[in-house]
């Protein structure tokens, strides 16, 4: 079984670094796709790496569109990763280094019980003093880890439909999720507005917020 990493960024700089260094060496291959209105230095941070070499690190740009929102953006970069199972990790988010090794061990258990994707707990970190505690949704289960037949659906928060779902338990493996420690007061107000537009568009396409799972709400 061939496993790939896929990341998609834009203006990612302060924390693209961590989410790679989180997943390299521990997939066969890392695919990260930048989105083309990039303007942070992200591109020339990359095209830097790319004399070190990275086991298996590839990257490439491409073009988010509204239209298709999240959902398009990672079907996106899993579709070029083309790799029998897909893990998917925002580039504001790292997994540690001793849960990294049990990704492997995670798809062969998927495999034997039949699962087509696998959700993960994922902690939000507000702040690294962690000081909303009762706001961080935990354990905010999130598809992560699928075969190469699953596709996400939406533009927010997207989700794969799964046939048959594995739950694993935060000791295995947690997503550690910094989009709050890295965006501004000022970024929010503009981002929650891209959201709502994004939900609009889903919901005027026949997405029902209610009565999902647990590991599929968004």
């Not at 062969?108 to 994922?122: H, K, T, Y």
Request: glycine share 6%.
């Amino acid at each position: 079984m061939t496993l790939s990493g896929c990341i998609i960024a834009r203006d990612a700089l302060r924390s693209l670094p961590a989410a790679i260094a989180s997943l390299i060496g521990h997939v066969d291959r890392l695919l990260v796709l930048v989105d083309d209105r990039t303007r942070d230095g992200t591109q020339a941070w990359l095209t830097a790496l790319d004399w070190l070499k990275p086991a298996g690190l590839v990257w490439d740009t491409f073009t988010f569109t509204e239209v298709g929102g999240f959902g398009a953006a990672f079907n996106e970069v899993r579709g070029r990763a083309d790799c029998d199972w897909a893990f998917v990790l925002d580039a504001d988010e790292t997994i540690d280094p001793h849960h990294a090794r049990n990704l492997r061990m995670l798809v062969e258990r998927a495999v034997s019980q039949g699962a087509d994707c696998v959700a993960f707990a994922r902690i939000n970190w507000w702040n690294l003093g962690r000081t909303h505690q009762k706001e961080e949704w935990f354990p905010d289960r999130q598809l992560r880890l699928m075969r190469r037949d699953r596709w996400y659906h939406w533009r927010a928060h997207p989700c794969p439909h799964s046939d048959r779902l594995m739950i694993v338990e935060p000791d295995e493996l947690v997503i550690h999720h910094f989009n709050l420690v890295y965006r501004s007061n000022a970024d929010w107000h503009e981002i929650a507005q891209f959201y709502k537009r994004q939900l609009e568009l889903d919901i005027a396409d026949g997405r029902n917020l209610t009565g999902q799972s647990e590991a599929q709400r968004p």
